[in-house]
């Protein structure tokens, strides 16, 4: 009986301590947080002699306030457009800017359409006028994620 009880105690600490270690928040499949890598480094040997999947650190920049099947991401000083492996799973709407992500996936270069851009535009809520001003494709980082971490 007594080592039930010294059992239950140890079980107790052990998810105590885990939860009050990392306050964060995952979405999409589980992955650690470890060797995370330098941005910089991944931008100047990409696509060339980058191995995919990959992961990144970066502050989210803004999120889709639909559905938040998107999300924008800086990381050093690139904007990265962040979106979500067969719409598997969606992060948070809203409440999130500022705070840090790691992202795990695939690193592209892509060209947004002006209908995508003008849907993303859409889905951010800018107004019919800024929509319509929307006129030229844009060529950008894209990251298609399998999972995300957010810090709390």
Not at 63 to 73: A, F, I, L, S, Y
Not at 95 to 120: A, C, F, M, W
Request: hydrophobic share 35%.
């Amino acid at each position: 009986m007594k080592k039930a009880y010294l059992y239950i105690i140890l079980i107790s600490i052990t998810l105590t301590e885990v939860n009050s270690q990392d306050n964060s928040n995952i979405y999409g499949d589980n992955f650690s947080s470890k060797n995370v890598e330098d941005f910089t480094f991944i931008k100047s040997d990409f696509p060339e002699k980058i191995e995919m999947p990959i992961k990144i650190k970066g502050k989210i920049l803004s999120t889709c306030p639909k559905k938040g099947c998107w999300m924008r991401v800086r990381a050093e000083e690139d904007t990265i457009l962040v979106r979500f492996k067969d719409y598997g799973f969606f992060v948070p709407k809203q409440g999130v800017e500022g705070k840090e992500v790691i992202i795990n996936g695939d690193l592209s270069i892509d060209t947004l359409s002006v209908p995508q851009l003008r849907h993303y535009a859409e889905d951010a809520g800018k107004t019919s006028r800024e929509i319509n001003n929307i006129n030229d494709p844009e060529i950008t980082l894209s990251f298609l994620a399998t999972g995300v971490i957010i810090k709390e």
